[in-house]
């Protein structure tokens, strides 16, 4: 334990750059202009959407933007409900907001910490036009319950797999099985390109018209250069980062691999303490993108984030609750959120932790236990 103190810090998450990485991105300043500049770019649209099992895939610079560009292709307008549950990365309800809709944040369920189905159908109202849903952590949501109550109800889905790459329900990935499902490779995720995000879909309109509102909402169909008939949005992924993207889609199984492997020695460091780890429900696969442990009795957070802060490791709280947000309306109602968020943290996993990293930090845990609280 004392050699930890010596040591680097141990970081939450960051990519795994390999010669692979460096290698495209090389290529991609020296030889990627002029008539190559978008070669990478389209070049990793089409792994992504092979990998996804998607018809289409759309690169975005953020995951935020690809959220604002699917609603918007999805059909969502000023003043519809958009129900989202309440504990999710801020980034899925902001789009929501720009475009002038209302989030409905609905509770989530004690198991996979993810929208509760059941809950989604009984805050359907008339003015309903999408569900978002989220696969926190890598947990997966209920994806046919979902789509069986948008089809009964003529609702849209949008996948949020900013979590989820790699994560699959009975063999399809997470992220595919949406009306559209959008990905982040912001330098946290399980694959990265600095900043950077992706949509997929199998509808071709949507795929269009997300295509179309990307480009100032210039028509290729128009056909006169600089006439637009309507105006867009720009949130392009440049060919520098796409290069990245390209190597790290060709190491996803490797890289979503070791994100279980790590997952797996939290399980045995684990084993005996009270709290839950991420769920892995029957028929899925999680790609566990962020360990996470829940424990069984309230206690000090920020007190515990001190105490590992103190020992080298980098740790994050569970989300708060979006409805517990200054600039949303508090909806204590979602109990199951506002109990767990109280006792969830988020625990280091990168594809360079080593298990000897592990042991040390599932040491430091049970220490701040055994001395500070339970
Ligand atoms: C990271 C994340 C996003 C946003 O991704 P950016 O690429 O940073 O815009 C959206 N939703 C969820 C669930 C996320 O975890």
Redesign the pocket.
Known sequence: MENQLLSEKIVITKPSITDLEIDYVNDAIRNGWGPKCYDYINRFEKEFAEYEGSSYALATS??????HLALMALGVKAGDEVIIPDI??I??VEPVLYIGAKPVMVDVLPDTWCIDPAKVQAAISPKTKAIIV???YGNLVDMDYIMEIAKKHSLVVLE?A??GLGSEINGQKAGSIGDAG?F???G??TISTG???MIVTNNADVYQRAKILNDHGRDPKIGKTFWMAEYGYKYKMSNLQAAMGCAQIERADDLVSRKREVFSWYQEELRNFPGILNPQIEGTKNSYWMPTLIVDKPFDRENLFLFMKENNIDSRPFFYPLSSLPMFERKSTNVVAYDIHARGINLPSHHDLKRSDVIYICQIIRKFFQEFSL
């Open positions: 953020s995951c935020t933007g690809a959220i999710t990365w980034a899925s989220v696969h926190v949020d900013a979590e959008v982040s490779f912001h946290t995720k900043e950077g995000g």
